[in-house]
């Protein structure tokens, strides 16, 4: 059985940076696609990224591009997502998602729990 943790939340100031990460554990890395989703307050889980097994194909909102980087450590069973010039409303509960499609399709296979990040003005 696939387990996700996320880590690297935080608080930020608007126009900073923060770096995700997701422990990929249970079953072999890189036959996963690997995204990430997040939920803001009264909102419903929205896509924000996603890549596939050997990091050849990467898939973006368009709220994000240019803003955030979506990447994969195989050798660490980890994906991360790079946030740059973060905005107010980016601020939302990031879920890390695996499953066995590129790209994902619900219903997705594994969620992690969650890491909280808040964008300050």
């Known amino acids: 059985q696939v387990q996700l943790v996320e880590s690297g939340g935080g608080l930020v100031q608007a126009g900073g940076s923060l770096r995700l990460s997701c422990a990929f554990s249970g079953r072999t890395f890189s036959w996963y696609a690997m995204g990430w989703f997040r939920q803001a307050p009264g909102k419903e889980r929205e896509f924000v990224a996603s890549?596939?097994?050997?990091?050849?194909?990467?898939s973006y909102a368009d709220s994000v591009k240019g803003r955030f980087t979506i990447s994969r450590d195989n050798a660490k069973n980890t994906v991360y997502l790079q946030m740059n010039s973060l905005k107010i409303e980016d601020t939302a509960v990031y879920y890390c998602?695996?499953?066995?499609?590129?790209?994902?399709?619900?219903?997705?296979?594994?969620w992690g729990r969650g890491t909280q990040v808040t964008v300050s003005s």
């Open positions: 998602a695996a499953d066995s499609t590129f790209p994902l399709k619900t219903p997705i296979d594994s």
């Open positions: 890549i596939s097994g050997w990091s050849i194909d990467k």
